[in-house]
């Protein structure tokens, strides 16, 4: 008889933030599987826990995935871990939890903290509707490509973002997505944890007047208001965007890719009135 996979929430950062379901199992597993095995060392000695550790982590996932799934079906209970947070959300884990479903393996999931769900809870936005994307891409291409087919989303936007591109992240989204609502939330439930809310370009120009940006930042887009673009003049509604912050040339991409025209369409008709 196989063993069982559990997958088990763990702290965002304050390691008070823990099921006492999450200790209990932790503490009879035959082994954990995590990213980094001091990361892991650390929440196992806070509450006097010492189990086998094994790294799990995407560069070595798909041998050890093959590894575990051995173990599991020899009767070991195997609990997976990431370094914070809940695994496989933006974690790795996916191909461990879906061969163990193929081979009839149970998977429990040990439900607990998640960035994203703490983020959201308290940013402000609304919450009925949510898309969580996971990080930006790196490239700004692809990230402004992103963004354009989130565009018409009916959902507050959700993503991951490193402090180092923080700034370029959110040009774009002034860009694609015009003043919408955005908040920002850094070090969550840590001693420095912040909230900051603004239009993108008012958080840019924010966060770059520091001397550093640290922290693990969750980044969210608010529904922005529905315009009926059709029934406000062009000019208007470049002007609306530039009153925001958007430089005019990128107001009027915006402009044109919400009315189906092309920007050149758009510059004549402001140059005609």
Do not use: W
Not at 93 to 103: F, I, K
Not at 127 to 145: E, I, M, N, S, Y
Not at 147 to 156: C, F, G
């Amino acid at each position: 008889m196989s063993g069982t996979l559990y997958v088990v929430a763990t702290p965002i950062g304050n390691l008070e933030d823990i099921t006492l379901r999450a200790v209990r199992i932790l503490g009879v597993v035959d082994q954990i599987a995590c990213e980094d095995t001091r990361q892991t060392r650390k929440l196992l000695d806070r509450y006097g826990i010492s189990k086998p550790l094994v790294s799990y982590h995407e560069h070595n996932e798909r041998t050890r995935a093959q590894e575990l799934l051995r173990d599991l079906q020899a009767g070991q209970n195997i609990a997976l871990v990431s370094d914070a947070g809940t695994p496989l959300i933006a974690d790795p884990g996916y191909r461990l939890v879906t061969e163990a479903r193929a081979q009839g393996v149970p998977v429990s999931p040990v439900p607990g903290p998640s960035a994203l769900l703490a983020a959201l809870s308290a940013s402000g936005l609304p919450t009925d509707a949510f898309f969580f994307g996971g990080f930006l891409p790196v490239k700004k291409g692809q990230r402004r490509k992103i963004l354009e087919a989130m565009k018409t989303s009916p959902a507050t936007l959700i993503f991951y973002e490193a402090p180092h591109r923080i700034l370029d992240a959110l040009e774009d989204i002034a860009g694609i997505l015009g003043p919408r609502p955005v908040t920002v939330a850094r070090e969550l439930t840590k001693i420095h944890e912040e909230f900051l809310h603004g239009t993108p370009l008012e958080l840019r120009d924010t966060l770059a007047q520091r001397e550093a940006i640290k922290g693990e930042i969750t980044l969210m887009i608010g529904k922005g208001e529905p315009l009926a673009v059709e029934e406000i003049p062009l000019e208007a509604a470049v002007n609306k965007l530039t009153q925001s912050g958007v430089p005019r040339m990128e107001a009027m991409k915006t402009v044109a890719r919400q009315r189906g025209l092309s920007k050149r369409e758009v510059y004549k008709e402001l140059s005609e009135s």
